[in-house]
């Protein structure tokens, strides 16, 4: 089936949330003619359901001794020795310029009464840095303010049309989007560049903090248009996420972690503390090593209870006030967070890995540029700092659009014209529902090799090749694709560091693994290991 409709923009971005938008809305203001394309509604992403903030060290607004290279420093040590180093250090300096700039576009964030902004400390931070809003609703602000500076028209947004494949020139450098709207019609959108901002992937598991359109659709998109994707097996598991009953599935509540930056602590049925010699930081512990250890003590069922813990948030003053979105979400599950403890487990949460590319967003393939959940530029590691995800979607969001911008000036893009016919690709299709189950039984928080390979097996029993000509095809194609990288990466790091466990190589290994891994897919559509890489700025 080949387009029936065709459109053309200087950019055309994938991607609502706050690293799609802030590149589109900086590349505006740069004079590029910019087309956002997003499969659902604008605010259906995953931004509006951060809770935690924005971690940035702001002048005057900040702890006493903190400074940006304490932030630098909590997040190389959260990414476990496989961050980018440069990479860290240009995404952290850059946060507060692109706070002050969210600012502008209208964002508010919490206030004390003294009219400093209010904040808050998370999970592997050693200072209070996280800025807020609405208590524990800063992503619905960002994406709101964000939606709101497009709202004048100027800024064009095709809602209900999914990126399908990249259009190429013969040398395979991208120079457009191949898309289905709402009714499954192709079109095609000519564009010298395309920035992919589309999200993660928590749809491969059963249970997720992720909304349902997170099924790694960008990442798909990149390694079909020859792109590599690096730290894939690195899946971080947010510790918790409400237990809504055995067997919950799909987005489940989350309980952000600054409720335990505010003093709730972890307890099994029994009242034991969790975390307790576990961490020198205990509850305050970064989210690998809370979730490892949740997940270790939930399989010894104290209490006769072995599918969740709790935490106690009983002595925290104002609670519905300050955490109100955790608040209003306890009592719609029956619980109330000033008398009993709150039921938790842990979730998938966050890739940490992703398309390879800088922090201008710049991937190995001409054309095509990567800001956000889907692009691994070496920010985080082998696990994510908290709250430095909205961070690095406003600050790379906006040097990718820059790099557009210079890119385009200079000449290095690629004329849309010269693009092949584009027709819909033919991609593996598994069953969704199988590979849920058996990616959250065998590849989520402790893996082992016998355990991995039933995976592939299960994979390969239930995928069938089909035209992805609807948009659930599409998801499902790019789940399928994501499982494949995974365990094809999981299976090879015979180690266990930060948020990838093996429960049979429990141990971390600096000699063989002070690298990250790098995944292509072979010209038959299989995801394999490419040639090794050493770590971005590994010692």
Same mark, same amino acid.
């Given at each position: 089936?080949?387009?029936?409709?065709?459109?053309?923009?200087?950019?055309?971005?994938?991607?609502?949330?706050?690293?799609?938008?802030?590149?589109?809305?900086?590349?505006?203001?740069?004079?590029? !003619?910019?087309?956002?394309?997003?499969?659902?509604?604008?605010?259906?992403?995953?931004?509006?359901?951060?809770?935690?903030?924005?971690?940035?060290?702001?002048?005057?607004?900040?702890?006493?001794?903190?400074?940006?290279?304490?932030?630098?420093?909590?997040?190389?040590?959260?990414?476990?020795?496989?961050?980018?180093?440069?990479?860290?250090?240009?995404?952290?300096?850059?946060?507060?310029?692109?706070?002050?700039?969210?600012?502008?576009?209208?964002?508010?964030?919490?206030?004390?009464?003294?009219?400093?902004?209010?904040?808050?400390?998370?999970?592997?931070?050693?200072?209070?840095?996280?800025?807020?809003?609405?208590?524990?609703?800063?992503?619905?602000?960002?994406?709101?303010?964000?939606?709101?500076?497009?709202?004048?028209?100027?800024?064009?947004?095709?809602?209900?049309?999914?990126?399908?494949?990249?259009?190429?020139?013969?040398?395979?450098?991208?120079?457009?989007?191949?898309?289905?709207?709402?009714?499954?019609?192709?079109?095609?959108?000519?564009?010298?560049?395309?920035?992919?901002?589309?999200?993660?992937?928590?749809?491969?598991?059963?249970?997720?903090?992720?909304?349902?359109?997170?099924?790694?659709?960008?990442?798909?998109?990149?390694?079909?248009?020859?792109?590599?994707?690096?730290?894939?097996?690195?899946?971080?598991?947010?510790?918790?996420?409400?237990?809504?009953?055995?067997?919950?599935?799909?987005?489940?509540?989350?309980?952000?972690?600054?409720? !335990?930056?505010?003093?709730?602590?972890?307890?099994?049925?029994?009242?034991?503390?969790?975390?307790?010699?576990?961490?020198?930081?205990?509850?305050?512990?970064?989210?690998?090593?809370?979730?490892?250890?949740?997940?270790?003590?939930?399989?010894?069922?104290?209490?006769?209870?072995?599918?969740?813990?709790?935490?106690?948030?009983?002595?925290?003053?104002?609670?519905?006030?300050?955490?109100?979105?955790?608040?209003?979400?306890?009592?719609?599950?029956?619980?109330?967070?000033?008398?009993?403890?709150?039921?938790?487990?842990?979730?998938?949460?966050? /890739?940490?890995?992703?398309?390879?590319?800088?922090?201008?967003?710049?991937?190995?393939?001409?054309?095509?540029?990567?800001?956000?959940?889907?692009?691994?530029?070496?920010?985080?590691?082998?696990?994510?700092?908290?709250?430095?995800?909205?961070?690095?979607?406003?600050?790379?969001?906006?040097?990718?659009?820059?790099?557009?911008?210079?890119?385009?000036?200079?000449?290095?893009?690629?004329?849309?014209?010269?693009?092949?016919?584009?027709?819909?690709?033919?991609?593996?299709?598994?069953?969704?529902?199988?590979?849920?189950?058996?990616?959250?039984?065998?590849?989520?928080?402790?893996?082992?090799?016998?355990?991995?390979?039933?995976?592939?097996?299960?994979?390969?029993?239930?995928?069938?090749?089909?035209?992805?000509?609807?948009?659930?095809?599409?998801?499902?194609?790019?789940?399928?694709?994501?499982?494949? /990288?995974?365990?094809?990466?999981?299976?090879?790091?015979?180690?266990?560091?930060?948020?990838?466990?093996?429960?049979?190589?429990?141990?971390?290994?600096?000699?063989?693994?002070?690298?990250?891994?790098?995944?292509?897919?072979?010209?038959?559509?299989?995801?394999?290991?490419?040639?090794?890489?050493?770590?971005?700025?590994?010692?």
């Amino acid at each position: 089936m080949r387009p029936r409709w065709e459109a053309r923009a200087d950019l055309v971005v994938v991607g609502t949330g706050v690293a799609g938008l802030t590149a589109a809305l900086r590349a505006h203001e740069l004079g590029l !003619r910019v087309l956002v394309v997003t499969k659902a509604s604008g605010p259906d992403g995953n931004t509006r359901w951060a809770q935690g903030g924005v971690a940035v060290v702001l002048p005057g607004e900040h702890d006493e001794g903190d400074t940006v290279g304490a932030h630098i420093g909590d997040t190389l040590v959260a990414g476990a020795g496989l961050c980018d180093e440069d990479a860290v250090t240009a995404v952290i300096s850059g946060g507060p310029e692109a706070v002050e700039r969210l600012r502008e576009r209208g964002a508010v964030f919490d206030a004390k009464p003294d009219g400093h902004l209010a904040r808050t400390r998370e999970g592997g931070h050693t200072a209070f840095r996280v800025v807020h809003s609405g208590g524990d609703a800063t992503g619905a602000e960002v994406e709101r303010a964000l939606l709101a500076a497009t709202a004048d028209g100027r800024l064009p947004v095709l809602e209900q049309h999914v990126a399908v494949d990249a259009l190429r020139t013969p040398l395979g450098v991208v120079c457009g989007l191949l898309v289905l709207d709402g009714n499954g019609v192709p079109g095609a959108i000519g564009a010298p560049a395309v920035l992919l901002a589309s999200g993660g992937l928590g749809q491969l598991y059963q249970a997720t903090s992720n909304p349902e359109v997170a099924t790694g659709d960008g990442l798909a998109l990149a390694m079909r248009a020859g792109a590599m994707a690096a730290d894939v097996e690195f899946v971080q598991f947010h510790p918790t996420v409400l237990y809504t009953g055995r067997g919950a599935r799909g987005r489940c509540p989350l309980v952000t972690e600054a409720v !335990r930056g505010e003093g709730a602590v972890l307890v099994d049925a029994t009242g034991a503390r969790v975390m307790k010699g576990v961490h020198p930081l205990e509850d305050l512990a970064p989210r690998d090593v809370v979730a490892a250890a949740i997940t270790r003590h939930m399989a010894n069922g104290p209490g006769g209870i072995d599918d969740h813990v709790f935490l106690d948030a009983t002595g925290l003053d104002r609670m519905a006030t300050r955490f109100p979105t955790v608040h209003a979400a306890c009592l719609a599950a029956g619980v109330d967070p000033a008398r009993d403890p709150i039921p938790v487990a842990p979730a998938a949460h966050f /890739a940490c890995g992703g398309v390879m590319a800088d922090v201008d967003g710049r991937t190995a393939i001409t054309g095509l540029y990567a800001a956000g959940e889907v692009a691994r530029t070496g920010l985080h590691g082998a696990n994510r700092l908290a709250s430095n995800s909205l961070l690095e979607g406003l600050v790379v969001g906006t040097r990718a659009a820059e790099a557009v911008a210079a890119d385009l000036a200079l000449g290095l893009l690629a004329d849309p014209k010269t693009a092949l016919d584009p027709v819909l690709p033919i991609a593996p299709v598994a069953d969704r529902d199988s590979l849920q189950r058996v990616m959250s039984r065998y590849a989520a928080i402790g893996r082992d090799a016998e355990g991995l390979a039933v995976v592939g097996s299960v994979l390969d029993l239930s995928t069938v090749d089909r035209v992805l000509d609807t948009r659930r095809l599409v998801e499902d194609a790019a789940l399928t694709l994501a499982a494949r /990288a995974l365990i094809a990466a999981a299976a090879e790091r015979t180690e266990s560091r930060g948020c990838h466990v093996r429960t049979d190589f429990t141990a971390r290994d600096e000699v063989r693994w002070h690298r990250t891994q790098a995944v292509r897919l072979t010209p038959t559509g299989q995801p394999v290991l490419a040639d090794p890489v050493m770590a971005w700025g590994a010692a």
